[in-house]
């Protein structure tokens, strides 16, 4: 946020507890939260959402987080930037107690099947693509799934430092995930849907800029 503030319609940033930490949110959580998502730079609420993978929180710790903190964003008219996993009918559940004011809403780092992307889509959320759909074993199902998103709701992301794409030759030493290698990403989502990079690169950008309101 700090950095954001610096460099403004350089650098955004977003402001959430994510499902992993929600079993520490309590009323001073909510109220530094609620805090953060009025500075400048600050376009979105979130990283938020359920994880049932992982389960770091207790499910219901997590509801709970979740449930406030989307109310948190229509307070503040911010878009949603929402994780889920292993959670889709709990997540759709909440997401459609706020039906009809729910702001704009991407479900980042999008690893799912075809039916949860038909509901995401009949919301008119936004959906992340990372550099899973590079992982031959995990996200190749992502390859033919790529291609029925709207190109104004397709996002690219890398969810670095995560998520080092598996085809990078070569791979970096570090293992690290950076923006960097935000055009390979891009590279093979393209070419996934048949069209040139250039074409989906303009218009992932004009989506993001859309959804977050960032020059």
């Given at each position: 946020i700090d950095l954001a503030g610096r460099w403004p319609g350089v650098l955004s940033a977003t402001a959430g507890v994510h499902p992993h930490h929600a079993g520490d949110f309590g009323a001073a959580m909510e109220a530094e939260l609620d805090s953060l998502l009025g500075k400048p730079g600050v376009v979105a609420a979130g990283e938020c959402g359920l994880d049932y993978f992982r389960d770091f929180s207790p499910r219901e710790a997590q509801r709970h987080a979740f449930t406030r903190q989307i109310e948190l964003g229509i307070r503040h008219g911010l878009p949603l930037f929402l994780h889920q996993r292993d959670?889709?009918?709990?997540?759709?559940?909440?997401?459609?107690?706020?039906?009809?004011?729910l702001p704009a809403t991407v479900v980042?780092?999008?690893?799912?099947?075809?039916?949860?992307?038909?509901?995401?889509?009949?919301?008119?959320?936004?959906?992340?693509?990372?550099?899973?759909?590079?992982?031959?074993?995990?996200?190749k199902h992502?390859?033919?799934?790529?291609?029925?998103?709207?190109?104004?709701?397709?996002?690219?992301?890398?969810?670095?430092?995560?998520?080092?794409?598996?085809?990078?030759?070569?791979?970096?030493?570090?293992?690290?995930?950076?923006?960097?290698?935000?055009?390979?990403?891009?590279?093979?989502?393209?070419?996934?849907?048949?069209?040139?990079?250039?074409?989906?690169?303009?218009?992932?950008?004009?989506?993001?800029?859309?959804?977050?309101?960032?020059?």
């Open positions: 959670a889709h009918e709990d997540f759709i559940a909440i997401l459609d107690e706020f039906n009809g004011n980042h780092c999008f690893t799912g099947g075809a039916e949860e992307l038909d509901h995401y889509l009949e919301r008119d959320f936004h959906v992340g693509i990372t550099g899973w759909i590079c992982d031959e074993r995990r996200g992502l390859l033919e799934l790529a291609r029925r998103i709207p190109a104004d709701r397709l996002l690219l992301e890398t969810d670095g430092p995560y998520l080092l794409p598996r085809d990078l030759d070569p791979k970096p030493a570090s293992r690290r995930n950076e923006p960097a290698y935000l055009p390979h990403i891009a590279a093979v989502i393209a070419r996934a849907r048949g069209e040139p990079v250039q074409a989906l690169a303009r218009a992932s950008t004009a989506a993001a800029r859309g959804l977050f309101g960032v020059p």
